[in-house]
């Protein structure tokens, strides 16, 4: 078990915290605004009303003993960044900022932040990869320059050996994955001899230009 802090209930933070608590873990949640911490009090360890841009207010909560603190304040760029400040201040070791832009992403950073969130644009780009390529079932920035992709094999691929598409030299593409639907499981870090199904969906990770060549071909 695990424990965080989300600073900021609104949409994204209060499904963030509230998930991170149904998985087993110890959740903080603080905000400024009491009625966001009534609505999530039941559904988190513990729900604090407070101004985290106020170092003094968040001060005696303890939360450099945490394993994360996830700042998620809305378009208030000015607050995120305080907030920000106040927990590299406090000695906290992982900072995760809920961005609204590329600008804010990289003063935030400067400031501290340890990981940067930015679900309207993830969400687009995995939207905008869906419907551009129809076999795309999910798309995942993972770091720079690389992603995650989810997709149903094409049909050239079915009935073939990993090991004869040979992925990784074509494309510098590799399969960390399979689910399988028949039987259901899922495959983890498949062998060279696994001969795909048209039943099955690959989890690929590779650079955006290797994905892009791939998708391509």
Known sequence: MKQFAVIGVGNF??????RLY???HEVLAIDKNSDRIQDIRDRVSRAVVADAADKGAVQPLGLEQ???VAVSTGDDLSESILICLNLKDLGVKRILAKVISESHARIVEKIGATDVMFPEKDLAESLAERLHSPN????LPFMEDHSILEITPPQAFVGKKLKD?????????????IKESVPERVNMVP???Y???DSDILILLGSNEGIEKFKAE
Not at 136 to 139: K, M, R, S, T
Not at 165 to 177: C, E, K, M, P, S
């Open 13 to 18: 933070g209060y499904y963030l915290a509230v």
């Open 22 to 24: 149904e998985k087993g």
């Open 66 to 68: 945490m394993d994360a």
């Open 136 to 139: 795309v079932i999910e798309y």
């Open 165 to 177: 598409l040979d992925l990784i030299n074509r494309f510098g593409i590799q399969v960390i994955a």
């Open 191 to 193: 062998t060279a001899n």
């Open 195 to 197: 001969t795909l199904k």
